[in-house]
């Protein structure tokens, strides 16, 4: 069984801060999907790393693959109260054909204005 | 273009009863994945279809069903409700899965 643990599960900071989200497992995946998701809506898709040691920036968001593709980072940098939310991590399968998604724990972000 | 759509947003049913929900995937996705989400298991795989055949199956009871139509329309059925299927039921499409999922915005199922 594939598992994902994100860290930390709660994360609260000032308006202004920087942090970092971690999601590690022990499987390898094709793909790391990050999503955010908010109160009664489903998750909306931020990124995806495909390649082993890929590092992806949108805007103040960085989204780093582990190099053996078991692990991934969301390093966010001066955060906003608009970056509230779940923060959810997912591995897509290495098999064509066996593309779920195994989604990880969650991180609740709360950004204090 | 129209996301994906899910009807109805919200449900309630008693226990043992039966309940169809719908998912509209954006149009040229031929996969349609379903997912539960709960407060303590967090979101949950149940099962994946393309092109009308389920690819893939999670660990739910087989009161948990669905199908895909051909034109990528997709029901999930859960028979003989349980307290505990109480939960946000999302699905998800996508043209290649491991290239990230659209979501719609859920059924919130509730049981009593």
């Known amino acids: 069984t594939q598992l994902l643990e994100q860290s930390p599960q709660f994360l609260s900071i000032q308006e202004g801060e920087n942090l970092t989200v971690y999601c590690n497992s022990s499987?390898?995946?094709?793909?790391l999907q990050w999503y955010r998701q908010e109160p009664g809506e489903g998750p909306v898709l931020l990124v995806t790393?495909?390649?082993?040691?890929e590092v992806k920036k949108l805007k103040r968001l960085t989204f780093q693959f582990g190099d053996a593709r078991k692990d991934s980072s969301l390093h966010i940098t001066a955060a906003q109260p608009g970056d509230t939310g779940l923060y959810l991590c997912a591995g897509a399968g290495t098999n064509f054909g066996n593309e779920k998604l195994t989604f990880g724990t969650g991180t609740r972000l709360t950004i204090i204005p | 273009k129209a996301g994906v759509t899910q009807t109805p947003r919200y449900l309630i049913k008693t226990r043992g009863q039966q309940v169809t929900l719908s998912c509209s995937p954006i149009s040229g996705h031929r996969s349609v994945s379903w997912y539960q989400q709960t407060p303590g298991q967090g979101l949950q795989f149940l099962f994946e279809?393309?092109?009308?055949?389920?690819?893939n199956k999670g660990n739910f009871p087989g009161r948990f069903s669905g199908r895909q139509f051909s034109n990528s329309r997709s029901e999930m059925n859960v028979s003989t409700l349980e307290l505990g299927d109480s939960a946000l039921y999302l699905c998800?499409?996508?043209?290649?899965?491991?290239?990230?999922?659209?979501f719609g915005s859920g059924t919130r199922l509730t049981v009593v």
């Open positions: 998800a499409s996508s043209f290649q899965g491991a290239s990230g999922y659209t």
């Open positions: 279809y393309f092109s009308e055949t389920q690819r």
């Open positions: 790393v495909v390649t082993g040691g």
């Open positions: 499987s390898v995946f094709s793909s």
